[in-house]
């Protein structure tokens, strides 16, 4: 570095050094703003993999955001270490982006619409098409084909046939606009804007080549048969992916051929639901991620049909499955509408556990014209369980097969038609839910119960003002932090889910979409809660969903107490995406400077890049330290007890504001690491040779001379030592005879900054004299708390985020250890003398 030559120089004017202390200002600002960003890339990847524990919170805006602030500050790493060291680091910035764009492809939902047929078959498709055809379709095709299970017959509807039509209008733009200005807040503006929306689709033919084919598909599988009818459901790209997206979107029922068409435009229409729109919005999404398939599949005109659970979402430790069971069709179990059967089937034997039967009082049906029907239950057969044993051992074994298939936790939907054959509606992964308190249980035997009952939803506790809900024209009297209670848990509900503290629902149950929905946004919920709906409106209360109860008044401590942790599964596809993430995040594959794969060719993760910037960094500050002759002169002498020639460089003062003289005793050294470090070198004293042997000592230095270049020996062993510090920051370099020890610490008032870094090498004695002393040193430093990294007779230690005061002690008795370390290889004949000076070290510097 010719920074360093003019800096170094002994002829010159202050002109010229002034110049060249400019310049290596820049080149310190660099390097500072180096440490700086490796420092909070460190801390944020460290506090994803504290998430990826399990014991916080956390959602895709979070990984967003985390991911987003470390590719700014690994290009800030990057760029200042070409500024620092020139275009040898630029492939860097390819590596660096070759890792970003992957990351965003693990955080991105948005799929690109592959081309593809207009329709398939269900017995056509499977896990490979979720592309086209969207999760549902595809396990769909898979649940048939793979698993040989009974699943409804069907095709279904591309989502490049959704394409095809939105851009035959050229409907996104349009679309986008209108959706720009939406206040997801406001349920009145949101239902305007769903509407304006929905017009657009409706109103809007479809291509003329998507209709005819989609009718050819129907004829197929309908044969012309006039009494057949079909459901018409949602697909869409990212639905039952890492966001649920349970019940946002429309289903119909018992569909005719006349009806096909405006069936599935209205299915593509309710992704701009008002339930929808916010759905998406509040998770940070745009329309355009979400391309639409949809299934047309063969109506079954369900005696039962339910719900299984391959594992309790509440409580999974219990080891059990829940089957949820109504009569009829299932539209009135996943709305909320009816309170289902619930069966617990251990998972050790497939043994029933428990039973609850609840009263059954109507049922959606189908009559032979297709029309949906509500009928009311005989009343005898209100009280009845819906499901038999035999129905129940045939559907669990159903379940295991599907969880086994696809290797987690599944939420099933099921029927069993009128001639008692079961059928397998759709699979989707279940969010597992783990929850604890955090705090000692307060004592409640003085508040007052107002409700109690039903089934946890999601753990938890909220307090605030009732606001009873009957329909979605009464969302907007919701403000935040109200407690809800409806009285069914419907899908329009999810619009207020981000401002309210609790939700209670009177009907129900945990098998309903907006269940589901809760669970995702971590919302105290309960259903079943008859006795719920008699607390008059306004009424403040606080709601243990939990325990299920509810009593008067705002009960912070009871609130506080119950806060759950959440233990997300690795089932958990949130939970997945960050462990995606921390694979190309955190790894650290190059470790040693030294060896001969510590080059930019093997980045392959953040942390690769970070210690290597840091590393090489750290390098180019030191680069021009070789090229000083021994009578050069540097800025500031340190004129101390200690016989080592030591010139200082202030990073951050002026040329004007240094000594005229040119030298400073110790006590006037203006670094807080320095002076530290010299407080312990002082401390200590210049070091008596260690008791060898005239043979011994012969023999070093013959080895020493010989591992030199002819003519190398005396200019080696004369080199002076420098120190390039700052107020906090401290660089310094250390020729002690023929060893060498670079130090480099940051000492300041913000935790997370500080550390301290010591590369030890080289030494006089022979290699196995050498590796003794690195040892000795290595369990000195291992009892103060360093971690350490050896190599030969190299050594690379360091200590990070502690507070000021231990950095200090800490640099303190590193000067120390170097004075008492001070040519020591020379006597380290063997392993004994090795175990006697570490112990008799670790005595004094414990004193």
């Given at each position: 570095?010719?920074?360093?030559?003019?800096?170094?120089?002994?002829?010159?004017?202050?002109?010229?050094?002034?110049?060249?202390?400019?310049?290596?200002?820049?080149?310190?600002?660099?390097?500072?703003?180096?440490?700086?960003?490796?420092?909070?890339?460190?801390?944020?990847?460290?506090?994803?993999?504290?998430?990826?524990?399990?014991?916080?919170?956390?959602?895709?805006?979070?990984?967003?955001?985390?991911?987003?602030?470390?590719?700014?500050?690994?290009?800030?790493?990057?760029?200042?270490?070409?500024?620092?060291?020139?275009?040898?680091?630029?492939?860097?910035?390819?590596?660096?982006?070759?890792?970003?764009?992957?990351?965003?492809?693990?955080?991105?939902?948005?799929?690109?619409?592959?081309?593809?047929?207009?329709?398939?078959?269900?017995?056509?498709?499977?896990?490979?098409?979720?592309?086209?055809?969207?999760?549902?379709?595809?396990?769909?095709?898979?649940?048939?084909?793979?698993?040989?299970?009974?699943?409804?017959?069907?095709?279904?509807?591309?989502?490049?046939?959704?394409?095809?039509?939105?851009?035959?209008?050229?409907?996104?733009?349009?679309?986008?606009?209108?959706?720009?200005?939406?206040?997801?807040?406001?349920?009145?503006?949101?239902?305007?804007?769903?509407?304006?929306?929905?017009?657009?689709?409706?109103?809007?033919?479809?291509?003329?080549?998507?209709?005819?084919?989609?009718?050819?598909?129907?004829?197929?599988?309908?044969?012309?048969?006039?009494?057949?009818?079909?459901?018409?459901?949602?697909?869409?790209?990212?639905?039952?992916?890492?966001?649920?997206?349970?019940?946002?979107?429309?289903?119909?029922?018992?569909?005719?051929?006349?009806?096909?068409?405006?069936?599935?435009?209205?299915?593509?229409?309710?992704?701009?639901?008002?339930?929808?729109?916010?759905?998406?919005?509040?998770?940070?999404?745009?329309?355009?991620?979400?391309?639409?398939?949809?299934?047309?599949?063969?109506?079954?005109?369900?005696?039962?049909?339910?719900?299984?659970?391959?594992?309790?979402?509440?409580?999974?430790?219990?080891?059990?499955?829940?089957?949820?069971?109504?009569?009829?069709?299932?539209?009135?179990?996943?709305?909320?509408?009816?309170?289902?059967?619930?069966?617990?089937?251990?998972?050790?034997?497939?043994?029933?556990?428990?039973?609850?039967?609840?009263?059954?009082?109507?049922?959606?049906?189908?009559?032979?014209?297709?029309?949906?029907?509500?009928?009311?239950?005989?009343?005898?057969?209100?009280?009845?369980?819906?499901?038999?044993?035999?129905?129940?051992?045939?559907?669990?074994?159903?379940?295991?097969?599907?969880?086994?298939?696809?290797?987690?936790?599944?939420?099933?939907?099921?029927?069993?038609?009128?001639?008692?054959?079961?059928?397998?509606?759709?699979?989707?992964?279940?969010?597992?839910?783990?929850?604890?308190?955090?705090?000692?249980?307060?004592?409640?035997?003085?508040?007052?119960?107002?409700?109690?009952?039903?089934?946890?939803?999601?753990?938890?506790?909220?307090?605030?003002?009732?606001?009873?809900?009957?329909?979605?024209?009464?969302?907007?009297?919701?403000?935040?932090?109200?407690?809800?209670?409806?009285?069914?848990?419907?899908?329009?509900?999810?619009?207020?889910?981000?401002?309210?503290?609790?939700?209670?629902?009177?009907?129900g149950s945990v098998a309903s979409h907006l269940a589901t929905i809760a669970r995702e946004y971590r919302i105290p919920a309960v259903v079943g809660m008859?006795?719920?709906?008699?607390?008059?409106?306004?009424?403040?209360?606080?709601?243990?969903?939990?325990?299920?109860?509810?009593?008067?008044?705002?009960?912070?401590?009871?609130?506080?107490?119950?806060?759950?942790?959440?233990?997300?599964?690795?089932?958990?596809?949130?939970?997945?995406?960050?462990?995606?993430?921390?694979?190309?995040?955190?790894?650290?594959?190059?470790?040693?400077?030294?060896?001969?794969?510590?080059?930019?060719?093997?980045?392959?993760?953040?942390?690769?890049?970070?210690?290597?910037?840091?590393?090489?960094?750290?390098?180019?500050?030191?680069?021009?330290?070789?090229?000083?002759?021994?009578?050069?002169?540097?800025?500031?002498?340190?004129?101390?007890?200690?016989?080592?020639?030591?010139?200082?460089?202030?990073?951050?003062?002026?040329?004007?504001?240094?000594?005229?003289?040119?030298?400073?005793?110790?006590?006037?050294?203006?670094?807080?690491?320095?002076?530290?470090?010299?407080?312990?070198?002082?401390?200590?004293?210049?070091?008596?040779?260690?008791?060898?042997?005239?043979?011994?000592?012969?023999?070093?230095?013959?080895?020493?001379?010989?591992?030199?270049?002819?003519?190398?020996?005396?200019?080696?062993?004369?080199?002076?030592?420098?120190?390039?510090?700052?107020?906090?920051?401290?660089?310094?370099?250390?020729?002690?005879?023929?060893?060498?020890?670079?130090?480099?610490?940051?000492?300041?008032?913000?935790?997370?900054?500080?550390?301290?870094?010591?590369?030890?090498?080289?030494?006089?004695?022979?290699?196995?004299?050498?590796?003794?002393?690195?040892?000795?040193?290595?369990?000195?430093?291992?009892?103060?708390?360093?971690?350490?990294?050896?190599?030969?007779?190299?050594?690379?230690?360091?200590?990070?985020?502690?507070?000021?005061?231990?950095?200090?002690?800490?640099?303190?008795?590193?000067?120390?250890?170097?004075?008492?370390?001070?040519?020591?290889?020379?006597?380290?004949?063997?392993?004994?003398?090795?175990?006697?000076?570490?112990?008799?070290?670790?005595?004094?510097?414990?004193?």
């Open positions: 570095m010719s920074i360093f030559r003019n800096l170094f120089q002994k002829k010159h004017n202050d002109k010229s050094l002034q110049s060249a202390l400019l310049q290596m200002q820049g080149k310190f600002k660099n390097f500072m703003s180096i440490l700086e960003s490796n420092n909070k890339v460190l801390k944020l990847i460290s506090d994803l993999e504290e998430k990826s524990q399990g014991d916080y919170l956390f959602d895709i805006n979070y990984l967003k955001k985390s991911v987003n602030e470390i590719k700014l500050d690994s290009t800030d790493i990057i760029d200042n270490l070409v500024m620092l060291g020139g275009n040898q680091y630029l492939p860097l910035k390819e590596i660096n982006n070759g890792i970003f764009n992957l990351l965003d492809d693990i955080l991105s939902r948005k799929t690109r619409i592959i081309r593809d047929d207009y329709c398939k078959s269900f017995n056509l498709i499977g896990n490979s098409d979720i592309p086209g055809f969207g999760g549902k379709n595809a396990r769909m095709g898979e649940l048939t084909s793979k698993l040989n299970l009974p699943v409804p017959e069907g095709f279904a509807i591309s989502a490049w046939a959704y394409k095809s039509f939105i851009d035959k209008h050229d409907l996104s733009t349009k679309i986008s606009d209108k959706i720009k200005q939406v206040d997801i807040k406001n349920f009145g503006d949101l239902k305007k804007v769903s509407q304006e929306v929905e017009e657009l689709i409706l109103n809007s033919p479809l291509p003329e080549d998507l209709s005819d084919n989609i009718m050819q598909f129907y004829n197929e599988l309908t044969s012309g048969r006039q009494d057949y009818f079909v459901s018409i459901r949602s697909s869409a790209l990212g639905e039952d992916t890492e966001l649920s997206f349970a019940g946002q979107y429309a289903s119909f029922l018992g569909v005719s051929e006349n009806e096909l068409l405006d069936s599935y435009k209205k299915v593509l229409a309710s992704k701009f639901s008002p339930n929808a729109i916010y759905y998406y919005l509040s998770h940070n999404l745009d329309e355009s991620e979400l391309a639409m398939s949809v299934g047309c599949v063969k109506m079954i005109n369900a005696r039962i049909s339910g719900v299984i659970y391959t594992h309790d979402p509440v409580k999974p430790d219990d080891n059990c499955m829940v089957v949820n069971s109504i009569y009829g069709l299932g539209q009135y179990l996943v709305d909320g509408t009816v309170t289902p059967d619930i069966v617990r089937i251990s998972r050790k034997d497939n043994s029933i556990i428990s039973t609850d039967i609840n009263p059954k009082t109507s049922r959606l049906v189908m009559k032979q014209d297709g029309v949906l029907n509500h009928e009311n239950i005989p009343k005898a057969e209100q009280d009845l369980i819906s499901i038999t044993e035999n129905e129940l051992a045939i559907l669990i074994d159903f379940a295991v097969k599907i969880e086994k298939h696809y290797g987690e936790p599944q939420d099933i939907e099921w029927v069993i038609d009128k001639h008692g054959q079961p059928f397998i509606l759709q699979t989707r992964p279940l969010r597992l839910i783990k929850a604890s308190p955090r705090k000692q249980m307060p004592d409640i035997s003085g508040f007052q119960l107002l409700a109690s009952g039903g089934t946890t939803v999601c753990p938890g506790g909220g307090y605030g003002k009732v606001k009873h809900i009957k329909s979605s024209a009464d969302l907007d009297k919701v403000s935040q932090g109200d407690v809800v209670i409806a009285r069914n848990p419907f899908p329009g509900l999810v619009t207020v889910l981000g401002k309210i503290n609790a939700l209670i629902a009177v009907i008859k006795e719920a709906g008699a607390i008059e409106e306004g009424t403040t209360i606080t709601v243990d969903a939990g325990t299920c109860r509810v009593y008067r008044g705002n009960l912070d401590e009871l609130v506080e107490a119950i806060q759950p942790e959440f233990d997300f599964f690795d089932g958990d596809p949130l939970f997945n995406v960050l462990k995606k993430l921390l694979r190309n995040l955190s790894p650290l594959n190059l470790i040693h400077p030294l060896n001969d794969d510590f080059i930019i060719a093997n980045c392959k993760t953040i942390h690769d890049i970070t210690r290597f910037a840091h590393q090489k960094s750290m390098d180019e500050m030191f680069k021009g330290a070789d090229m000083i002759k021994k009578d050069d002169w540097v800025g500031i002498r340190l004129k101390s007890s200690i016989p080592i020639h030591v010139e200082i460089i202030y990073i951050d003062k002026e040329l004007s504001a240094m000594p005229k003289k040119r030298v400073i005793k110790p006590e006037q050294i203006d670094c807080l690491p320095m002076k530290a470090f010299w407080d312990g070198v002082i401390q200590e004293g210049w070091p008596k040779p260690p008791p060898i042997k005239t043979k011994g000592f012969v023999s070093v230095v013959a080895n020493a001379k010989a591992k030199q270049p002819k003519g190398e020996f005396g200019k080696k062993f004369g080199k002076k030592s420098f120190a390039v510090l700052s107020k906090e920051f401290m660089i310094l370099s250390l020729k002690m005879g023929y060893h060498f020890i670079t130090y480099e610490a940051m000492c300041s008032d913000v935790i997370s900054k500080n550390y301290i870094k010591m590369q030890f090498k080289e030494g006089g004695a022979s290699v196995d004299r050498r590796i003794r002393r690195i040892k000795l040193i290595t369990k000195v430093l291992e009892y103060f708390g360093f971690d350490n990294s050896t190599k030969g007779d190299f050594l690379d230690t360091s200590v990070s985020y502690e507070s000021k005061e231990s950095i200090l002690e800490k640099l303190r008795i590193l000067g120390r250890l170097t004075m008492l370390t001070k040519q020591l290889d020379m006597a380290m004949s063997n392993d004994s003398i090795a175990d006697f000076y570490t112990q008799d070290i670790l005595r004094k510097l414990k004193q």
